[in-house]
């Protein structure tokens, strides 16, 4: 059989056979690669996808939920129902101490505030942020820093505005570090600017200023406006979030199936969501190529069916001259290989080429769709032998074909 | 050098048999140029095809240059053909899109020869059948005298023990028939064992021996003298 394969008149015979049906060669061999084409850019793009989703998500803890206070749902404890919940500094303590599984949990209050610059004024969305914040949702900062635990125990007058906001207060190219603006009356240095991300759990926040100044500026003693707690990777944010409820439920005398006594968002949620929809493009992806492989592989086995058929005299000869049935075999299911291994390795390269294409136009940028839309080498390998199987497999139907008639028949004259 | 004792044949048509060959006994010598006559359906071709080793007798014995030919698988049977016999068919049966000198040199490799070995020998074989100057054109170069001469040059490259003809000039107007029968009894008169299937009288009569065949019986088998074909050329 090695033989067989390193003999160049294998390869004259197949080539042979190839030319003699330019048309139906090329027919085939754009099915099969039509297929593999369809698998890797369809692959690639999932990827691609994929990518961008996990670039969106990435600045963002995921297994993370936003816990705050509404109004209770049921009386409790002699309470009326309707009854006003307000979380308290105490509170956030409270679930990082108990609750098994926390990784920490951020306070947070944020409230809407006129801000000045000179004659340049707006209101905007100011947080009272914990340097940790930066943990659950990664700041991109463009200029300077985020908040730290300096500004946190001074209470420094110090803010990190939002790249939004840098346009409405400064000039264009102005150097804005360093600077100050003026939140509800008192001066405050700005430190550093940065860039919105696409993703937001929670309310848009224009700037962020230490908590601890917030509490000050705004008289907030204790109450925080919500909590963000982060779960250890390996735990499950959901019962988490249940755990976190029901202590909190029970500090504030509230009735422990209450369902409106807090509100939350858990991002660990929607993040699964969307793996989950990625997974299912996945599978819908590596469905559609393999049934479109398989497609194109048939026909390669029924265009061979039909030149065995058209072949039969010959085949009858060269039997009659002795060649032996393996041998007639051989060189069908080979041919049927060959075909299938060339249509995939132009699939293949076509594949890769719109790839690139892909990546060229919808892959660049900080907004891009598609981002490094690609498809692993171990994948191609995995297609490639996949159709070689195939091949082989789609090449015995028309090889015992060729041998089943008998030479004295494929001989007869008509 | 061949020889077969009470060959039996017959095939299934439907739900009745049809019993082709009823008992054939027949001896051929080495050197012999045998044709095999008879009216279509008196199982000529079947008995051919049977010496061939194209087909499979149902019963009989049958004997080729000293070796049993028995419980014939596909394999052997290839092997058998390849080595021990040449064929000679009515519509010379050349593979279209291969020249002159790779259809002679088919049997070759499936010998398993090396490229440069068939090359030469089936230059050899051509040059035989004084067609060396045409080993480079297709088939379809080539008028019905030439194809046939390939196809002899393609039956003899392997040196077979036995040459099969079957109705070698069926296909060929009266003057060409005469001249590949030339070339045929040129090939006998160097040694080689000839036998053919014909139902021409004149082709029949440029052998050594006739054997007729009647529904799947021997009428006739004699010796006759030989018509040489270069007296017509």
């Not at chain 1, 994948?379 to 996949?386: D, E």
């Not at chain 2, 009745?16 to 010598?29: M, N």
Request: glycine letters at 8%; charged letters at 20%; aromatic letters at 8%.
């Amino acid at each position: 059989m090695i033989k067989f394969l390193f003999d160049g008149d294998t390869w004259q015979e197949l080539y042979d056979s190839i030319r003699k049906n330019k048309l139906r060669t090329l027919v085939t061999i754009f099915g099969v690669g039509f297929g593999i084409f369809l698998l890797i850019v369809l692959l690639g793009s999932a990827r691609g996808m994929e990518n961008s989703f996990n670039r969106l998500f990435g600045d963002f803890a995921t297994n993370t939920v936003f816990v705050w206070g509404q109004r209770t749902a049921k009386p409790f404890k002699g309470f009326q129902e309707g009854r006003r919940v307000r979380l308290t500094l105490d509170d956030a303590y409270r679930v990082e101490d108990n609750i098994p599984g926390v990784e920490f949990v951020v306070p947070r209050n944020q409230r809407g505030s006129q801000v000045n610059r000179g004659f340049l004024s707006g209101t905007f969305q100011i947080a009272g942020d914990y340097p940790l914040l930066d943990k659950v949702e990664k700041k991109k900062l463009i200029h300077g820093r985020f908040i730290n635990e300096n500004d946190m125990k001074n209470k420094r007058k110090i803010a990190v505005i939002s790249e939004d906001v840098y346009k409405q207060l400064f000039e264009k190219d102005e150097k804005a570090i360093g600077e100050y603006i003026e939140i509800n009356g008192i001066n405050f240095k700005v430190v550093g600017v940065f860039k919105v991300s696409n993703i937001n759990m929670g309310p848009p926040i224009n700037m962020h200023i230490p908590f601890t100044t917030f509490q000050q500026i705004f008289n907030q003693a204790g109450r925080i406006g919500w909590m963000v707690i982060t779960a250890k990777p390996e735990f499950n944010i959901v019962q988490v979030e249940k755990d976190s409820k029901l202590l909190l439920k029970n500090t504030h005398k509230i009735h422990p199936d209450d369902r409106r006594a807090f509100g939350s968002a858990n991002a660990g949620q929607q993040f699964a969501k969307v793996t989950g929809f990625l997974k299912g493009m996945q599978f819908l992806t590596w469905f559609v190529g393999i049934a479109t492989l398989i497609a194109g592989v048939f026909a390669i086995g029924n265009i061979l069916l039909i030149t065995v058929k058209e072949r039969t005299k010959e085949i009858g000869l060269r039997r009659a001259i002795g060649a032996t049935p393996l041998e007639i075999k051989s060189q069908v299911i080979l041919e049927a290989i060959v075909l299938c291994l060339i249509a995939s390795i132009i699939g293949i390269i076509f594949g890769g080429i719109t790839l690139m294409i892909i990546n060229a136009t919808a892959g660049q940028g900080p907004d891009a769709t598609l981002v490094n839309p690609s498809v692993s080498i171990a994948v191609v390998l995995a297609a490639l032998l996949i159709l070689i199987i195939l091949g082989v497999l789609i090449g015995l139907i028309p090889a015992f074909k060729a041998t089943s008639v008998k030479p004295i028949e494929a001989l007869r004259e008509e | 050098m061949l020889k077969i004792n009470q060959l039996h044949k017959s095939y299934k048509i439907g739900d009745s048999s049809l019993h082709v060959l009823k008992g054939i006994d027949l001896s051929v010598e080495e050197g012999e140029m045998v044709a095999i006559m008879g009216s279509s359906g008196s199982g000529k071709s079947t008995l051919l095809n049977i010496i061939g080793m194209l087909d499979v007798a149902d019963s009989g014995e049958y004997i080729l240059d000293g070796l049993p030919i028995d419980n014939l698988t596909e394999k052997k049977a290839a092997v058998y053909r390849n080595k021990f016999l040449g064929f000679i068919f009515q519509s010379f049966n050349l593979i279209n899109y291969k020249n002159a000198l790779e259809n002679v040199a088919l049997p070759l490799y499936y010998q398993g020869l090396k490229r440069k070995k068939r090359q030469e020998l089936g230059m050899f074989h051509l040059d035989k059948v004084g067609l060396a100057d045409w080993a480079h054109h297709l088939p379809k170069e080539l008028s019905g005298g030439q194809k046939q001469r390939v196809a002899i040059a393609r039956a003899l490259a392997a040196n077979p023990k036995l040459l099969l003809a079957d109705e070698p000039t069926g296909a060929l107007d009266t003057t060409t028939s005469y001249e590949i029968m030339e070339f045929i009894q040129q090939l006998n008169d160097e040694g080689k064992t000839i036998l053919m299937v014909t139902h021409e009288e004149d082709i029949a009569n440029m052998c050594k021996r006739i054997v007729r065949l009647r529904d799947g019986v021997i009428m006739e088998d004699k010796a006759i003298t030989q018509v040489r074909a270069s007296q017509y050329v």
